[in-house]
């Protein structure tokens, strides 16, 4: 069984900044695919970025091209999800999950989710 806990969310104004953590327990972050996923009120689960055991990166949405950069430490055994440039519509609970085998799997473990919310 793996283990996922976000954290890092919290309410930031437009055009902020935020980085979330996914810290799993207890086996390795990089023996699992890692998404970033976000759910924001009245709306459907959303895919943004995911990490692959190898380290590649799949880009689920557009709407966070160029602004939102997932990341790795094997030492601390974190994912990590990058926010620039916040916008009301990024408003959403966040949520990281890990597959066994690659980014378009249908993950098998899930986090608690960290909410975040963009408003001035």
């Known amino acids: 069984q793996l283990q996922l806990v976000e954290s890092g969310g919290g309410l930031v104004q437009p055009g902020g900044s935020l980085r979330l953590s996914c810290a799993a327990s207890?086996?390795?972050?990089?023996?699992?695919?890692i998404g970033w996923f976000r759910q924001a009120p009245g709306k459907e689960r959303e895919g943004i970025l995911c990490i692959s055991t190898s380290g590649g990166t799949t880009t689920y949405a557009d709407s966070v091209e160029g602004r939102f950069f997932i990341s790795r430490d094997k030492v601390k055994n974190t994912v990590y999800l990058r926010m620039n440039n916040l916008t009301p519509e990024d408003t959403a609970v966040y949520y990281c999950?890990?597959?066994?085998?690659?980014?378009?799997?249908?993950?098998?473990?899930w986090g608690q989710g960290t909410q975040v919310t963009v408003s001035s």
């Open positions: 999950a890990a597959d066994w085998v690659s980014c378009l799997g249908d993950y098998d473990y």
């Open positions: 207890p086996l390795s972050v990089d023996s699992f695919a």
